[in-house]
C-alpha cells in the first residue's frame, strides 16, 4: 500500500513536469514498482537457476521475456519469424590438471601451482596447446598513437611472451582508459606487435575490483565465446599459442631476477610512465581445454515508428538476462540468481516497451527491445546482435543499456556512462532536467566500467551508446548511496546473495525506467540522427567512414 501510494505521488509529480501535454505522460505512468519488482521476482526465483548462458533457466527467462512482447502487441524481429536469434556459442573449460605453467631462470626451474599462482581459461580455439618463448613486461600492453603513448615502444615482441598489467595509463580520460583496458584490445595489440603468448598480472587495483581468489572461484563457470558464420570464436588470435593471469603470489616469481620489484612496476604504472623491459626468464605454457557447442537467445522485438521517414531508423534499448547460474557455495547458496544484476535491468527493459506500446501517436523512429545473453561471458549476445542485428546496420542510430536498475537508494541523480562522446548527451540532460534529476560524471573511472557492459558492444560497431546508472546524490544525510554501492558490491556481487531477499526500492526503479524511457523518446523525436560529437575518440576509432 505505502509503495503503490508513493508511486501515484512520483507520477503526480512527473505529470507537473510535463505540463506541456505530450504523449510521454500517460506512457510513463505505466511504469509501475510493483511490475518491476513482480518481474525480478520470477526471473530471479531459484527455479531459472541463475539464468547462465545455454541453460535451461535461461531459456525459459528468454521464453518468458518473448511472451511479455507478444502480449505488448510488439512485432517479432528474430528468427524464422519469432522474437528468438539464436546466438552460436563455445563453452571453454580449462583441465585444471594437465594445464601448466613453468619458467626458466638461470637454468633453474620454478613450478607454478594452478590457483595459487596462475589459473588459465583455457584456448578458444584448440583443445591443447603449448608455447615454449622468452618473456617481456610491457607495462600495461597498451599502444595508443593519439596519446603518444606505446609500452611496447622499447621492447621487441616477436616470438616472445607479453606480460602486462590490468587497466591503462591513469592519465587517459576515464572512457578512453577504459577501452584500452580491454582484454580484447590488449590482446589484439599483443599479436600485432608479434607475441606468440600473454601472462596478464594481477595488482593492487584489481584486487580491488576482482580478487585472484573470486577469479579462481569463478572457474567454476566455463568461459563462453560466440562463434561467427564459419565457427570461429569472437576476439580470438590463433598466433597466441597461450595465455594464463598470475596471482600477486606469481607476480613476486615472474620479477624475480629482473632487478625490479612488484611495487616498483605498479607505482611506474600508477605514474603512467611506459616502462618495458626483457625478462631474463623463459615460460613454457601448455593449455588443455574442453570445448562443448551450445547455443542461447537473444530476445528482440519492435515497436515500428510513426513517422514515414524516421522509422526506418531503430533506437535500441538492451538490457542482459543472462547471469552466472549454479557455481561454488556462498554461504550454504550455490544459485547466483541475479535479482539486480540483471532481472532489475530486464524488468525495467519490459517496463519500457509497456510504456512505448501504450503510445498514441507512437513515437517517430521505431524502437527495438533486445534482451541479451551471455553479457558476463564478454557481452557476447550484444556483440552478436550489434555484428548480425535482423535489419540493416545502417539503420542503428543509438543504444540505450540498463544494467541495473538503481534500487538500493531513493535516486536524486543519473551517472550516464557514454554522455560526453555524442549529441546523446543532449538528450541525457534534457531527460534529466524534465524529471528534476541530476546528471554527474562517472565516480570510478578507474573501474571502467564503460566497456564492462553491453552499450559497448555497440560502440565498437560505430553506434553512439549510453548507460544510465543510479547516481550517488542523496540528499538525506541518513543515506549515503557510496557506502551503500561499495557494501553491495563486496558482499552482494556476483554472490548467490544478489536475490529478492534484499531491501530494494522499487519506486526508486519505476524512477530509474522512467527515465530510461524518456532518454530513448526524447532520441525518437528528434529530426537529427544522433551522432558521434566531432573529434571524439570513439567516433575516430569505430564510426563508419
Same mark, same amino acid.
Given at each position: +500500500?505505502?509503495?503503490?501510494?508513493?508511486? +501515484?505521488?512520483?507520477?503526480?509529480?512527473?505529470?507537473?513536469?510535463?505540463?506541456?501535454?505530450?504523449?510521454?505522460?500517460?506512457?510513463m505512468a505505466a511504469i509501475r514498482p510493483e511490475a518491476i519488482r513482480a518481474d525480478m521476482r520470477f526471473l530471479a526465483d531459484d527455479l531459472l537457476e541463475g539464468r547462465r548462458a545455454g541453460t535451461r533457466g535461461h531459456e525459459i527467462a528468454a521464453k518468458f521475456v518473448a511472451s511479455q512482447f507478444e502480449a505488448m502487441g510488439l512485432e517479432p524481429m528474430g528468427e524464422n519469424g519469432t522474437y528468438f536469434q539464436s546466438v552460436p556459442l563455445r563453452s571453454i573449460r580449462p583441465d585444471e590438471n594437465q594445464s601448466t605453467l613453468t619458467i626458466e631462470l638461470g637454468g633453474k626451474t620454478e613450478v607454478f601451482?594452478?590457483?595459487?599462482?596462475?589459473?588459465?581459461?583455457?584456448?578458444?580455439?584448440?583443445?591443447?596447446?603449448s608455447v615454449e618463448a622468452p618473456v617481456v613486461y610491457a607495462g600495461f600492453g597498451v599502444t595508443a598513437p593519439e596519446k603518444g603513448y606505446d609500452d611496447y615502444r622499447s621492447v621487441d615482441l616477436k616470438g616472445k611472451i607479453v606480460a602486462y598489467q590490468f587497466g591503462a595509463p591513469t592519465q587517459f580520460e576515464t572512457a578512453t582508459r577504459a577501452h584500452y583496458s580491454s582484454e580484447a584490445v590488449k590482446t589484439a595489440n599483443a599479436a600485432a606487435h608479434g607475441a606468440v603468448g600473454v601472462i596478464s598480472l594481477d595488482s593492487p587495483a584489481l584486487e580491488q575490483l576482482y580478487p585472484f581468489k573470486e577469479q579462481?572461484?569463478?572457474?567454476?563457470?566455463?568461459?563462453?565465446?560466440?562463434?561467427?558464420?564459419?565457427?570461429?570464436p569472437n576476439d580470438y588470435f590463433p598466433e597466441l599459442r597461450g595465455a594464463v593471469f598470475l596471482s600477486m603470489d606469481g607476480v613476486m616469481k615472474l620479477l624475480e631476477g629482473s632487478g625490479k620489484s612488484p611495487d616498483e612496476i605498479y607505482a611506474e604504472a600508477r605514474a603512467g610512465r611506459p616502462v618495458s623491459?626483457?625478462?631474463?626468464?623463459?615460460?613454457?605454457?601448455?593449455?588443455?581445454?574442453?570445448?562443448?557447442?551450445?547455443?542461447?537467445?537473444?530476445?528482440?522485438?519492435?515497436?515500428?515508428?510513426?513517422? $514515414?521517414?524516421?522509422?526506418?531508423?531503430?533506437?535500441?534499448?538492451?538490457?542482459?538476462?543472462?547471469?552466472?547460474?549454479?557455481? @561454488?557455495?556462498?554461504?550454504?547458496?550455490?544459485?547466483?540468481?541475479g535479482a539486480l544484476d540483471n532481472a532489475?535491468?530486464?524488468?525495467?527493459?519490459?517496463?519500457?516497451?509497456?510504456?512505448?506500446?501504450? +503510445?498514441?501517436?507512437?513515437?517517430?523512429?521505431?524502437i527495438l527491445f533486445v534482451?541479451?545473453?551471455?553479457? @558476463?561471458?564478454? !557481452?557476447?549476445?550484444?556483440?552478436?546482435?550489434?555484428?548480425?542485428?535482423?535489419?540493416?546496420?545502417?539503420?542503428?542510430?543509438?543504444?540505450?543499456?540498463?544494467?541495473?536498475?538503481? !534500487?538500493?537508494? $531513493?535516486?536524486?541523480?543519473?551517472?550516464?556512462?557514454g554522455a560526453e562522446h555524442s549529441t546523446l548527451g543532449e538528450a541525457v540532460q534534457e531527460a534529466a532536467e524534465r524529471l528534476n534529476l541530476g546528471v554527474s560524471p562517472d565516480?570510478?573511472?578507474?573501474?571502467?566500467?564503460?566497456?564492462?557492459?553491453?552499450?559497448?558492444?555497440?560502440?565498437?560497431q560505430g553506434i553512439p551508446a549510453v548507460w544510465p546508472r543510479a547516481g550517488l546524490k542523496s540528499s538525506n544525510p541518513?543515506?549515503? $548511496?557510496?557506502?551503500?554501492?561499495?557494501?553491495?558490491?563486496?558482499?552482494?556481487?556476483?554472490? $548467490?546473495?544478489?536475490? +529478492?531477499?534484499?531491501?530494494?526500492?522499487?519506486?526508486?526503479?519505476?524512477?530509474?525506467?522512467?527515465?530510461?524511457?524518456?532518454?530513448?523518446?526524447?532520441?525518437?523525436r528528434k529530426t537529427d540522427r544522433p551522432k558521434w560529437n566531432a573529434g571524439d575518440f570513439f567516433g575516430e576509432h569505430y564510426a563508419k567512414k
Open positions: +500500500m505505502a509503495a503503490g501510494f508513493a508511486a +501515484m505521488l512520483l507520477l503526480v509529480g512527473t505529470r507537473a513536469v510535463f505540463a506541456d501535454g505530450d504523449a510521454a505522460d500517460d506512457a601451482v594452478f590457483r595459487q599462482d596462475f589459473i588459465a581459461g583455457g584456448d578458444a580455439g584448440r583443445t591443447e596447446t579462481a572461484r569463478d572457474l567454476e563457470f566455463p568461459h563462453l565465446r560466440w562463434l561467427d558464420v564459419e565457427g570461429r623491459f626483457a625478462l631474463p626468464v623463459t615460460a613454457k605454457m601448455h593449455l588443455v581445454t574442453r570445448h562443448e557447442g551450445l547455443e542461447s537467445p537473444n530476445v528482440a522485438a519492435r515497436l515500428e515508428g510513426s513517422d $514515414p521517414k524516421l522509422r526506418n531508423e531503430y533506437i535500441v534499448y538492451t538490457a542482459h538476462l543472462d547471469h552466472l547460474g549454479i557455481g @561454488e557455495p556462498v554461504n550454504g547458496d550455490k544459485i547466483y540468481n532489475s535491468g530486464t524488468a525495467c527493459l519490459l517496463e519500457i516497451a509497456k510504456a512505448f506500446s501504450k +503510445m498514441n501517436p507512437r513515437p517517430k523512429r521505431s534482451s541479451v545473453t551471455g553479457e @558476463e561471458e564478454g !557481452l557476447l549476445g550484444s556483440d552478436y546482435f550489434a555484428h548480425y542485428p535482423n535489419i540493416r546496420k545502417e539503420a542503428l542510430v543509438a543504444n540505450i543499456n540498463m544494467d541495473g536498475a538503481g !534500487l538500493l537508494w $531513493p535516486i536524486e541523480d543519473v551517472i550516464v556512462n565516480p570510478y573511472p578507474e573501474q571502467v566500467l564503460f566497456i564492462r557492459s553491453d552499450q559497448y558492444s555497440f560502440v565498437k541518513n543515506i549515503r $548511496p557510496g557506502e551503500i554501492r561499495k557494501r553491495w558490491v563486496e558482499t552482494i556481487y556476483h554472490k $548467490p546473495q544478489d536475490d +529478492m531477499n534484499q531491501r530494494f526500492n522499487f519506486v526508486s526503479g519505476a524512477k530509474y525506467a522512467r527515465y530510461s524511457f524518456l532518454l530513448g523518446y526524447i532520441v525518437a
